[in-house]
């Protein structure tokens, strides 16, 4: 049983530089989410797909965010001109969706970005 | 504005006694609950949920009750274990997850 992989596991990185996360999610899954958490508090939700469509962004996620799901299934997460705010765990989990709305999520392990 | 507290940042219990996490919501529309513990560099693991038309799930050693009334919820764990030691999450859903801020339990011997 394949669970959700993040990849890189850790990204470290000079202020103002680009990077990118990748999520797999649990093959047939089909929504995907992103969510931040950051020292002392809960993940905080950013986006969802169903399959590939972008369904929900937070507030949080400002537009040098980007997020996509180009075929439905693995799901990339961008962020432009990094900040030092934007030090975090980025964490990505998946549900089967498909109408089954109260159904738990799974999460990744996580992709910890440190903003040098 | 937190609309899942967990007023409790930390809590130590002995192996074998209940343990127990508590955990309050503000917004009557949410109608599922979730909890998720979470170990150090591992993302959050589902524990047990239940749905608003429920007062109470129970799970192995692991219970969750609801009461709507006071839009409460707590997680009960007995007999604890060592290995429970963990950061417990107040999950409540809207398609998307709005987690608490957490619990941190310590199970000693």
């Known amino acids: 049983d394949t669970g959700v992989s993040q990849n890189p596991r850790h990204k470290i990185t000079k202020r103002g530089q680009n990077v990118t996360f990748r999520c797999d999610p649990i093959s047939e899954h089909n929504r995907l989410y992103w969510y931040r958490q950051t020292l002392g508090q809960g993940p905080e939700f950013l986006t969802y797909?169903?399959?590939?469509?972008?369904?929900?962004k937070s507030r949080l996620l400002s537009d040098r965010f980007s997020a996509e799901r180009p075929k439905g299934s693995f799901s990339t997460l961008e962020i432009q001109r990094t900040e030092q705010g934007d030090s975090a765990m980025y964490l990505c989990?998946?549900?089967?969706?498909?109408?089954?709305?109260?159904?738990?999520?799974?999460f990744g392990d996580g992709t910890r970005l440190s903003i040098l | 504005d937190q609309q899942v507290k967990q007023n409790s940042p930390s809590l130590s219990v002995q192996e074998g006694r209940i343990s127990i996490l508590n955990c309050d919501y503000t917004?009557?529309?949410?109608?599922?609950f979730l909890w998720y513990k979470k170990y150090p560099a591992e993302g959050p693991t589902f524990l047990i949920s239940?749905?608003?038309?429920?007062d109470k799930n129970e799970d192995g050693r692991f219970t969750v009750f609801l009461n709507k009334s006071a839009k409460h919820l707590s997680l009960h764990i007995v007999p604890s274990q060592p290995g429970d030691s963990a950061v417990y999450f107040c999950v409540a859903s809207l398609n998307k997850l709005i987690f608490g801020t957490g619990t941190r339990l310590q199970v000693f011997p």
């Open positions: 239940i749905s608003s038309i429920k």
């Open positions: 917004n009557s529309m949410f109608d599922y």
């Open positions: 797909f169903q399959n590939e469509a972008q369904l929900e």
């Open positions: 989990a998946s549900s089967p969706g498909g109408g089954l709305d109260n159904q738990p999520q799974h």
